[in-house]
């Protein structure tokens, strides 16, 4: 009898369990019995990475191609370690109180320790870049896993919201690498022809949008979780459709009704960030003329640009890209009135304006002007993909093939950005080579003399504070 575990139905269970540690981080400060602290649930956090990544490791094991899908996923160790350390900092941030540096920088790490992690899941840096090109480990699912590790990104980010947010360096940073990540995510799935590739790069850019919505601070962490979730989990549900025979696609009036939810799901979730950016633009002062203040007047300008155009192209491809799946039967079979796919999209409609709604309420204010400026991009792609969906006429027929050409471009740009990403973290990296080279050239290789050589190290370094 065969007790060992079957590889898949292992990393579905792994998966659940991180997904359910991610969500839920303050269990396992109930668990030990100990007061929710930011510490325990940044390592619940590290340990429901952990979890997802090796149910990525289960599945690629059981895989035909099993070499091939490791090397591919063996990049999710590096966000599980990123966020231990965070929390290994966190743990230590008590305990120096009597060092004054020390307890200056063990926040700062935390913070960036936090952000790598969550910017390496929603793949905005260079490392993690294009994973939302490729398909899953898992058979069954290929074309869907992908959309977990952004979703789990974002998650992060939202938890840790009150660390990494605090730290005024991580926080700028961090808000730039997310809008370019959206911008680039936009351009791949402007440039993609599948639409479920598309949509998992949707998703990866309306995740960077909302995360960079939390360094903004303009809205209550609950509201951006909403927004958020009215507008990747609509991308998520057609993700899932697509696999089950494009049944969000079914006839004109769901594919209409798809076309609305996908594009209020995307204005509500960017009408708040680009409100935000736009003041901050407004409120920069340019009386100044030094290089620190011409510096962040340019950094301000190329958020909000970034923002718009990501903006302007998910609305584009989210009215556009919606167009009625092909029927292959030549019998009709009836269909009932109000479907799964019907709901979702009411679902998907709802959320976000809804939450909006809750946050005026709740007292959030937005200056006039700012706010009319930050609604144009949503409505100029919205009017963009409609105007592609008519008919051919000679204009339409221009606007076409000018829309090919622009995909193009499109998919040029992505690519030469990522290869310039590519080129820059191998200069580094063999820079780090050549400078350890003269360290590892200290000892012969062999492990015994090398542990000799560390402890000699370790002795020099107790001795020369005394040599003074």
């Given amino acids: 009898m ?20 991610l969500m839920q981080p303050g269990a396992l400060a109930w668990a030990l019995r100990e007061q929710p ?81 969550g910017l390496e899941l929603m793949a905005a840096l260079p490392l993690a870049r294009p994973y939302s090109d490729l398909s899953g480990p898992l058979l069954v699912m290929r074309p869907w896993l992908p959309a977990l590790l952004p979703a789990a990104g974002f998650v992060v980010l939202w938890h840790s919201g009150e660390l990494w947010t605090e730290v005024a360096g991580v926080r700028e940073i961090a808000a730039a690498l997310l809008l370019v990540t959206a911008l680039l995510a936009t351009l791949r799935a402007f440039g993609r ?31 951006v979780l909403l927004l958020w979730l009215g507008s990747v989990g609509g991308r998520a549900f057609m993700l899932a459709g697509e696999l089950r025979g494009a049944t969000p696609r079914r006839g004109a009036t769901l594919s209409r009704l798809w076309r609305v939810a996908g594009w209020a799901g995307s204005a509500a979730l960017s009408w708040p960030l680009l409100t935000a950016l736009m ?11 030094s290089v620190a203040a011409l510096i962040t007047v340019l950094l301000i300008a190329f958020e909000f640009i970034a923002a718009a155009l990501a903006v302007i192209l998910t609305t584009y491809v989210s009215v556009r890209r919606v167009v009625p799946a092909a029927e292959r039967r030549r019998v009709m079979r009836p269909d009932p009135a109000l479907t799964l796919s019907h709901l979702s999209a009411f679902l998907t409609l709802s959320i976000g304006p809804g939450a909006l709604a809750i946050a005026f309420l709740g007292g959030a204010r937005f200056p006039w002007t700012p706010a009319l400026i930050a609604s144009l991009p949503a409505v100029v792609g919205g009017s963009l993909g409609l105007l592609g969906r008519k008919s051919r006429a000679p204009l339409v027929a221009g606007f076409e093939s000018a829309g090919s050409r622009t995909r193009r471009v499109a998919r040029f740009a992505f690519r030469s950005i990522t290869d310039l990403e590519r080129i820059g973290v191998g200069m580094l990296q063999r820079t780090g080579r050549a400078v350890l080279a003269p360290l ?29």
Avoid at 38 to 55: F, N, Q, V
Avoid at 103 to 117: D, H, N, T
């Fill in 2 to 21: 065969n007790l060992r575990p079957d590889a898949k139905a292992a990393g579905t269970a792994l998966c659940i369990g991180g997904l359910a540690l």
């Fill in 37 to 117: 602290a930011w510490p325990l649930d940044t390592m619940a956090l590290a340990l429901g990475i952990e979890l997802i990544s090796l149910a990525f490791w289960c599945w690629a094991r059981a895989s035909a191609d099993a070499e091939h899908q490791l090397r591919r996923w063996i990049w999710l160790r590096r966000p599980a370690q990123a966020t231990w350390l965070a929390a290994a900092a966190g743990l230590l941030i008590p305990w120096t109180s009597l060092y004054a540096a020390a307890a200056q920088w063990l926040p700062v790490v935390a913070a960036a320790a936090i952000v790598w992690a």
């Fill in 193 to 223: 022809r599948q639409w479920a590739t598309a949509l998992r790069w949707l998703i990866v850019s309306e995740s960077a949008i909302a995360a960079t919505l939390i360094a903004t601070a303009s809205l209550e962490p609950t509201i």
């Fill in 279 to 289: 003041a901050r633009v407004e409120s920069t002062s340019f009386t100044s003329m």
């Fill in 440 to 468: 590892r050239d200290l000892h012969t290789g062999d492990a015994q003399e090398y542990v000799l050589f560390v402890v000699g190290l370790s002795v020099l370094a107790l001795v020369l504070p005394f040599l003074r």
